[in-house]
């Protein structure tokens, strides 16, 4: 299985640069597989595809304040993209510029906060708390949102049921449902329960191996409640669908179906060829091309029909990516 494989064109004005005022009136291109059919929608009426005792699965995650902008003692600019807290103030960090000197120490927040290179991807700081460091962080939007992060991110960038610390990149499936929504839903008789699986910035990541297969995946934590264990066996038990909010959602569930483990850390990767075991239906954004995403997405919805629905949603100018618009798999 080739990588061009998973190529595809979207035009630069395709891709959302900031969310919509109403996270649920974004638009909705349903692909049904067994009818092999392609319907437009709203997200505001996600309900009516769904039945009575369907079982909607949301990664309750939460994104941290984990993109700090600082300054060098000579006055350049340094991004730093926190990425794991390990001991003593001590994180794994991506920083830009990469050349930056051991021992430099570089400067936040007018001085207030500062930490110390130690290594080519480590950092430690000098700071009373770990919530020190991240209040004088912004929320780590992906490269290919143009723009510095704003106060509204702080929330927009947030699923409403986010909860767990420790993503740093959204669920983003999930930004698009309100309170009032997920009442709606509950009102219809779909049952929702939560599992947490952290994003990490793999996620953006494109793969390079020629032949996918090859392509090995970065570990991410996740924990399956036994309260939705339950929900989802009573669910399936009866028949009813598991639709899985989010890649994240789907890999969560389909690591704890295939090892048994509800709480660990997974490297699952899903393309072409996979065999689901437990989701009947996805719930996910437009995704970059020759990404494990898209190729996750490409695995349950059918190759040929998921790059029909791609090329109807560039046709009808959906937005795409993660301030972007929806697609629901049935």
């Not at 991004?79 to 000197?101: D, I, N, T, W, Y």
């Not at 049921?161 to 990149?169: F, H, I, L, N, P």
């Not at 239906?281 to 490409?298: G, I, K, Q, W």
Request: with cysteine.
């Amino acid at each position: 299985m080739q990588l061009t494989d998973f190529q595809y064109y979207l035009p630069k004005e395709l891709i959302a640069q900031y969310p919509l005022k109403d996270r649920k009136a974004c638009r909705l291109l349903v692909l049904d597989r067994n009818k092999g059919t392609i319907t437009h929608s709203v997200f505001k009426d996600v309900a009516r595809f769904f039945s009575p005792g369907d079982a909607l699965v949301l990664n309750d995650t939460k994104v941290l304040s984990c993109r700090l902008i600082g300054k060098r003692e000579t006055g350049g600019k340094v991004e730093l993209l926190l990425l794991r807290e390990q001991q003593g103030r001590v994180f794994e960090a991506m920083m830009k510029p990469s050349r930056l000197k051991v021992g430099e120490t570089i400067r936040f927040n007018e001085g207030r906060l500062s930490c110390e290179i130690i290594s080519r991807n480590q950092v430690r700081f000098i700071a009373d708390s770990t919530d020190q460091i991240y209040r004088a962080g912004a929320m780590p939007l992906p490269p290919y949102i143009k723009r510095m992060p704003e106060e509204q991110d702080r929330a927009y960038y947030q699923t409403v049921y986010a909860k767990v610390e420790g993503a740093v990149a959204a669920p983003t499936a999930g930004l698009h449902f309100t309170d009032d929504l997920l009442e709606e839903i509950t009102v219809c008789g779909i049952q929702k329960t939560f599992l947490t699986l952290h994003v990490s910035s793999a996620t953006f990541k494109p793969v390079k191996a020629a032949d996918v297969v090859t392509h090995k995946m970065e570990k991410e934590y996740y924990c399956i409640g036994e309260e939705a264990i339950r929900l989802i066996a009573h669910a399936r038990k009866k028949g009813s669908r598991i639709i899985a909010v989010g890649t994240t959602s789907c890999r969560a569930l389909e690591a704890y179906a295939a090892s048994g483990e509800r709480q660990g850390h997974t490297s699952l990767f899903i393309y072409p060829g996979y065999a689901f075991r437990y989701i009947n239906a996805l719930l996910t954004n437009f995704h970059l091309p020759c990404t494990t995403l898209f190729m996750l997405v490409c695995a349950f919805g059918g190759f040929p029909l998921v790059r029909k629905a791609y090329e109807e949603a560039i046709a009808h100018k959906y937005r795409f990516y993660s301030y972007g618009d929806a697609m629901l798999i049935l």
